[in-house]
């Protein structure tokens, strides 16, 4: 996978991993109902926050890492016809795995 985004700061860009169709009873949920789902890989993370010294904080996370982000937490951009989800790295809620 090559983005060619690179996150500024403490930003992180992450691809949300859809999660696998359960059809119960025959009723198939149409995507506009369904819920975002919670767990995204890290695609891609900025050089880190910049703190009152000049140094910088070094990032938590880092490319290929599965993280959970909230459901409504940061912004969704469009790439190359591919969905992504850019957002700072204190709205990320744990690294799974």
């Known amino acids: 996978m090559s983005v060619k985004v690179?996150?500024?700061?403490?930003r992180v860009l992450v691809k949300?991993?859809?999660?696998?169709?359960e059809v119960?009873?025959?009723?198939?949920?149409p995507d506009t109902?369904?819920?975002?789902?919670?767990?995204a890989e890290v695609v891609a993370v900025g050089p880190g926050k910049l703190q009152?010294?000049?140094?910088?904080?070094?990032?938590?996370v880092k490319a290929g890492d599965r993280v959970l982000v909230g459901?409504?937490?940061?912004?969704?951009?469009?790439?190359?016809?591919?969905?992504?989800?850019?957002?700072r790295?204190?709205?990320?809620l744990a690294i799974v795995g």
């Open 89 to 92: 790295e204190d709205e990320i």
């Open 71 to 87: 459901k409504y937490s940061g912004s969704d951009i469009k790439i190359d016809a591919e969905n992504y989800v850019i957002l």
């Open 6 to 10: 690179r996150p500024l700061h403490d």
């Open 52 to 60: 009152d010294d000049g140094s910088r904080q070094p990032m938590d």
């Open 16 to 21: 949300r991993l859809e999660l696998e169709e």
């Open 24 to 29: 119960r009873g025959g009723i198939i949920i």
């Open 33 to 39: 109902a369904k819920e975002k789902p919670q767990e």
